[in-house]
Nanobody, 123 residues
Framework: QVQFVESGGGLVQAGGSLTLSCAAS????????IGWYRQAPGKQRELVAE???????????FYADSVKGRFTISRDNAKSTMYLQMNSLKPEDTAVYYC?????????????WGQGTQVTVSL
């Protein structure tokens, strides 16, 4: 089993910055991909950024078009911790941000989610 705990959300003015953290525990080696998702009120959960190789070196990085150039995903594999540095925040970035770990077993996908952390960007 894998568990995730997010931290770092809060209230910030437009143009400001926040850094989110996601600490993973459990059987980390079973994770194939790790990433950040967000869900705004009345909208579907969407992928923000992702590492395709979990907490292992290598792999590729994905960013949603809406955050490219403003957000940076990073990880400390030794600490099993993932980060999301968010700069030039906009009101439309307001959402609950979730840490996700994905496992692929025999063609099936299994997702593990953190509890979420609220990010609110004011004008």
């Amino acid at each position: 089993q894998v568990q995730f705990v997010e931290s770092g959300g809060g209230l910030v003015q437009a143009g400001g910055s926040l850094t989110l953290s996601c600490a993973a525990s459990g059987v980390i080696r079973t994770i194939d991909a790790i990433g950040w998702y967000r869900q705004a009120p009345g909208k579907q959960r969407e992928l923000v950024a992702e590492f395709s190789s979990g907490f292992s070196d290598g792999g590729s990085t994905f960013y949603a078009d809406s955050v490219k150039g403003r957000f940076t995903i990073s990880r400390d594999n030794a600490k099993s911790t993932m980060y999301l540095q968010m700069n030039s925040l906009k009101p439309e970035d307001t959402a609950v941000y979730y840490c996700n770990g994905r496992r692929r077993i025999s063609g099936l996908t299994y997702d593990t989610w953190g509890q979420g952390t609220q990010v609110t960007v004011s004008l």
